[in-house]
């Protein structure tokens, strides 16, 4: 028999059982429908943690100020004498592979001021190096350069929101920003970040010179210390150096605080890509998991189908008999059921895949998730619904073929 | 007298149970010639449908020789076996095994589907046997949609597909009242005049009476073959 007749034959009967082929294909469905479904959230999820490392920079590492310990008190977070920009110099110039430090200070709720339209925002006093750390681009303009912080310049960089918000019609390059009576030119707009992990839109920020926002904008002074920053952010030159990096930074760190040997740090080094991570590791292996219950669903659907193919190889006993009789082959009988099989189990995993798609979308639109939908996983579905098809399909069909004509056709 | 088309000598059949061995056929000798119409008889249990089921090559001997247009059906492969059905013959049961939900064509057409025949040659062919059944008119009857005695012509028809040299019928008038026995005895009256072998197992006598030849079985024997 020619496979195109067989497979005829095979859509024939399924067509003439279309009910119980439908719910014979049910679990298939269901199997491949929810890989689909959880390939994609775990896609999705691992695209948004691969969004939010970059979003950090590459190899970068957070210093910032722990708590105080005086007198058997404990001090909140930050309560420890804060770092300088003596620190970031230090950090620099003694550590080989920080390429880049950038000391911060930042402050919510200033409000900018244009031609009367007003917007609350947060500013930045950076180091020019921090977009550098930061791995964020200026799209339009320049950033300020060290002379100008050096000189405290009035000078400012614009994250995107603010711009849209003070500039609708554009021409923020150049244009006077007042920040608590401060004019600033601004000298540069900052790429599109996006939201942050946390959902804080990172793009409605202003940054200034280091200087400019201590001594002009905030005043933010620190008893004792001079020239005071909040935390500082460095940039390793490799991922591989992140580790020793990190201990060179503790050792100068305590050298300059004067920790004695053997008290604890009153400062911590952050690195956040690790903190993502870990968490995305948990996330991952709850994914992991789902897709394993995924699978084990595609099996049980496969049970299903080996099931329904038992009952129809029975049921069609007479049927098979009588195709013996007038000169199927066992080869013939066997491919008729096994493509039956196939057939079934293809289209439960192209409708399953449709659905897994659409459910994807609805998780999706629902805003709990972030999904990304794979052809290559979409196909790599369909094949293991027929690859199903045929490891559950195989043993009725083979049962069928071995079937003795007289004892079939007589069979009640 | 020409070489007989089938030749049977001490045939036996032993079926293993598990009370002990059956002996089905005890040693049957036949000689039946090309355009032969041969009524087999007998009880129940006599090894008149083991004796049939041998000639169509659905079981096959324990012992000696079965020779059907030259050649032997002994030590046979399973699909060799099903490829000499396929072009040597032709069965008609008594509950005429269509398949339900099928239309009449595709019934008829089925044996040439494992001949490889293309479709459209498949769908002329099975038309054409359909007519000479007399049921030209209903070809895309499903079975549901048609009497007992129609049935058995759709049957009939799907037996002659294949252009065999033998139709072996297991009581085909045994679910049919008289009058619709009448009718399908008349088509298998034509076959034999146009040239066809036709064996039949039947218990009963006015259709044994309308055959050439009637052979009759006893414990596994030949007791009656009469001309």
Redesign the interface.
Known sequence: ??PM?AVS?AL?ALR?NALRSFLAMLGVIIGVGSVIVMISISQGAKAAVDAQISALGANSLQVRPGSSFRGGVRGGAGSAAPLSDEDVEALREQIPYVIAAAGIIQQRGLTALVDGVNWSTEVVGAHPDYFFVRDWAIVEGRAFTVPELDGAARVAVLGRTVVNELFPAGGAIGATVRINGVPLEVVGILTERGQSSWGQDQDDVIFVPTPTMRDRLAGFARAGVRNPVQSIWVSVDQARNIPLATEEIIDVMRVRRNIRIGADDDFSVVNFAEFIRARSETESQLGLLLAATAVISLVVGGIGIMNIMLVSVTERT??I????????????VRNQFLIEAVVLCSAGGLIGMICGAIGALVVESLGQFAVSIEPTIALVAIAAAAGVGILFGFYPAHRASRLN??DA?RYE | MAKPLIRARQLTRVYRLGGGDVHALRGVDCDIAQGDYVAVMGASGSGKSTFMNMLGALDTPSGGELTIAGQSLLNRTPDDLAKFRNEMVGFVFQQFNLLPRTTALDNVALPLLYRGMPAARRKARAAECLKMVGLGERMDHHPSQLSGGQQQRVAIARALANEPRILLADEPTGALDSKTSEDVMDIFDQLNASGITLILVTHEADVGARAKRRITFRDGLIVEDTQ
């Open positions: 028999m020619n007749a034959v024939t003439v007479r049927e008999g009588l195709r013996l009789a007038i000169g199927a082959r066992r080869a013939d004509p007289i056709l």
